[in-house]
């Protein structure tokens, strides 16, 4: 639907949300955009805040759907985190110690976020 006093404006369902978050990879958008536009960054979270609406209600979708595919842990290890940042897992390391990147002790081993590994990403792009 398009409307808008200020020029034009679509809004789209909380189902049309969902899809985007899981398909369009709007998560990551998400991430890679925080901080760089306050108007686009706080529109992508409103579209995340009603697709998290959406999947959690009971209404769902019409008809069968196949399973979402399973993703991997929202938790990474040093060494996965080193995988996706092109570096060694001692880098890693190194940026939890200087508090470049939050890392939760889980026994004698580090887990970062995979958002916090985002940023770090952002920021080194900078």
Do not use: F
């Not at 925080?34 to 209600?57: F, K």
């Not at 399973?70 to 938790?75: D, F, G, I, K, L």
Request: aromatic share 4%; proline share 5%.
């Amino acid at each position: 639907m398009i409307l808008g006093q200020d020029g034009p404006a679509v809004a789209i369902s909380a189902r049309t949300a969902a899809w985007l978050e899981r398909y369009a990879g709007l998560s990551a958008l998400r991430v890679r955009v925080r901080g760089t536009d306050p108007l686009i960054s706080e529109q992508l979270q409103e579209i995340r805040v009603v697709a998290m609406s959406w999947r959690g209600s009971a209404c769902g979708t019409e008809g069968a759907t196949s399973p979402e595919p399973a993703t991997s842990s929202e938790w990474l290890s040093t060494t996965e985190a080193a995988d996706l940042l092109g570096i060694g897992p001692r880098a890693v390391v190194k940026a939890i110690a200087r508090g470049s990147i939050p890392a939760k002790r889980v026994g004698n081993r580090h887990r970062v976020s995979r958002e916090d590994v985002e940023h770090y990403r952002s920021a080194r792009a900078a």
